[in-house]
């Protein structure tokens, strides 16, 4: 195995699946860069522009099977032009959501990830339930998710945020810093190297790309002031990732202002264990938490171990992957409905 594919995290799992593709002689790379239709990928070679074969794209039942930002693909790669993407090998893990808008499809933003840095700032910025959503998406890609809370000069009560989101991120790793100032940033420079890759998820204006130049230790990335309203300057426009000169790489990806689950019903069990684990003491395995007898979780709002907004924000989280399931009218039955509360962790 090339030094270059090692640093990059490359094994025997991918050493496997690219049997096939090599005997017809094509070679591994992996994709730093997609910006609308346009990719860039890197091999033993250098970094080449590429794009992706039309029978791939035809084959493909959804733009998620298409190559993303960290896949391996097998391509045929000529001395000069351009490299044309004939597959793309397996994926040890994929952050997945919903695209924007009304279409059902996957967006895949960043793949073949060891960790999942989650990026919230202490300043205006600060939401719990924008970071719930993230957390699911986090927990479902299969990478380790890591919470940031960035710009702690900023914090309006710092103990006091920083407890409300250990209440919710379900022992994920917690790291207080300010990217701006340098400070704090040694334990989540320790999860960058050779042979890892990490992405950086979060909305605009929450500082990643200050913190993708301090992790790299040199200014890459544009940055921007936040708006007068709060909210954040799109300074990443594209999905990229970057090569670390030691090896190993950092994935940036534009700011989501939108963050739409996709599949994610193990990721939202692993962000609400609380309320599912509530469930499973439930008196009835199909109970809707509303009105039925010797109800956990009823039990646990009255007496305010669990928090009401906590609770219906697992509701809303579970009926966007109920409609995501169920397209079309049935969205609004209300037997739909009252099924979404009853919860992934239900006895049978």
Known sequence: MSDWKQTQGWGADFD????????????????????????????????????TGGRMIHKADSQGELPAVGDWVAARIPEQGEALVHAVLPRRSAFVRKVAGENTEPQVLATNLDTVLVVMGLDRDFNLRRLER?????????????????????????????????????????HVVSALNDD????????????????????????????????????????????DDGRGRHTTTRRELIVLPGGG????????????????????????????????????????????????????LENETLDEIRFESWLELQREIARLRQPGDTRSRPETKRRDRRGHGQRR
């Open 249 to 300: 790489a950092i994935i940036d990806t534009p700011g989501l202002r939108e963050v739409q689950l996709w599949t994610a019903e193990e990721g939202l069990s692993k962000t609400f264990d609380d309320i599912e684990a509530l469930a499973q003491q439930c008196k009835f395995g199909d109970c809707a938490h509303d009105q039925e007898p010797g109800c956990a979780v009823k039990a646990a």
């Open 184 to 227: 704090g940033l040694e334990p989540v420079r320790s999860l960058v190297g050779s042979g890892k890759t990490v992405a950086l998820l979060g909305s605009s204006g929450v500082g990643k790309s200050t913190l993708v130049n301090r992790l790299l230790g040199t200014e890459v990335m544009t940055t921007g002031d936040v708006r």
């Open 134 to 174: 993230f957390m699911t998406l986090a927990w479902e890609s299969k990478a380790a998710p890591v919470v940031v809370l960035n710009k702690k000069d900023l914090a309006y009560d710092l103990e006091e945020q920083r407890g409300e989101v250990e209440a919710m991120t379900r022992g994920a790793p917690i």
């Open 16 to 51: 496997a699946a690219m049997v096939p593709h090599a005997q017809k002689g094509l070679e591994p790379a992996r994709v730093i860069l997609v910006y609308r239709k346009q990719l860039k990928v890197l091999s033993h070679r250098g970094e080449h522009w590429a794009r």
